[in-house]
């Protein structure tokens, strides 16, 4: 007699820097996103696979839902976003903390269409102070947006989420698993590879980090149990070149050595990791172009 299986989508939405990464990476016991506190790190969507017994769960990462949509890059990944609400079996929207602004009440006008149970997630409560305010909290949510379930978390203290994955398995649907047992993303290693170099970015430059910054894998082979890789970093403009290779070169070289760390751990194997920036004006307001490096709105 075979065993049921349990298999799922969860999307994982919010606006902007409210910890959507990091708590799927610690929902999957792994480091799958990209993380820092810069907002609207995450670019892509992107599944993380996690497979216990019987159950599959299928968790889609997805950019901030914000309301500017001035440039092409905004409103691509705002659309990335709203077709995966459409198309999952359960949703988790993050908040942050007490905070309820209009990108919050815009992401909360988007769920309402969903037809899929919202668990509405109150993230970073280890940075609350006063813990009697949460239950009063929940109480206001419970007036902005109809959720089956309330729960307060901290994805980075890892408080609650246990709690979070059980309540979610109960409305995972009876299917048969779609992915191997094993498999943990549905992206590439060369993706994952682009995804670190861009972490390493965004965490190094901080404030001064131009949102105009993209990489694009130019090379990806294994040679005698090397892994060779080489990186483009583009940018729109001279000035943004010059702040991440920094004084001397020193900026990029530590970029480069973060990453390669990283993309080593990733992949098990030596990797020889070669950077360089290149400007492409206007890249990031231009849905051709921003096709050709992979963004897009399914």
């Known amino acids: 007699m075979s065993v049921e299986q349990f298999c799922g989508y969860v999307a994982i939405v919010g606006r902007p820097n409210v910890g959507k990464s990091t708590l799927l990476n610690h929902l999957l016991g792994q480091k799958l996103c990209i993380t820092s506190r810069k907002p609207q790190t995450t670019r892509h969507t992107l599944l993380g696979i996690k497979t216990e017994e019987n159950y599959q769960t299928i968790y889609v990462d997805t950019p901030g839902i914000?309301?500017?949509q001035d440039?092409?890059?905004n409103r691509v990944m705002n659309r990335s976003?709203?077709?995966?609400?459409?198309d999952v079996d359960i949703v988790v929207f993050v908040l942050d903390r007490f905070e309820w602004s209009e990108a919050d009440e815009y992401v909360a006008r988007q769920l309402s269409q969903s037809p899929a149970p919202v668990i509405v997630v109150i993230n970073k409560v280890d940075m609350i102070e006063d813990k009697d305010a949460i239950l009063p909290h929940m109480e206001f949510l419970r007036g902005k947006i109809e959720a089956a379930e309330y729960i307060p978390i901290s994805a980075l203290r890892q408080t609650n989420i246990d709690?979070?994955?059980k309540?979610?398995?109960t409305y995972i649907p009876e299917n048969t698993h779609v992915f191997p047992d094993d498999q943990i993303t549905d992206r590439s290693e060369r993706f994952l590879a682009a995804e670190i170099v861009r972490e390493k970015i965004?965490?190094?430059?901080?404030a001064e980090l131009p949102y105009q910054v993209t990489v694009e894998i130019e090379e990806f082979r294994v040679e005698k149990k090397i892994t060779h890789i080489s990186a483009l970093i583009l940018v729109e403009r001279d000035g943004q070149k010059k702040i991440i290779i920094g004084t001397k070169g020193e900026?990029?070289?530590k970029i480069g050595q973060q990453a390669r760390a990283d993309m080593e751990s990733l992949l098990d194997s030596k990797v020889m990791l070669k950077t360089w920036v290149k400007v492409r004006s206007g890249w990031?307001?231009?849905e051709r172009a921003l096709r050709s490096l992979g963004y897009t709105d399914e």
């Open 202 to 206: 965004t965490r190094q430059l901080g």
């Open 71 to 73: 440039r092409a890059i």
């Open 284 to 286: 990031s307001d231009d």
């Open 163 to 165: 709690v979070l994955e």
């Open 167 to 169: 309540k979610i398995n």
């Open 66 to 68: 914000h309301t500017n």
């Open 251 to 253: 900026r990029i070289k």
């Open 81 to 86: 976003a709203s077709s995966v609400i459409a």
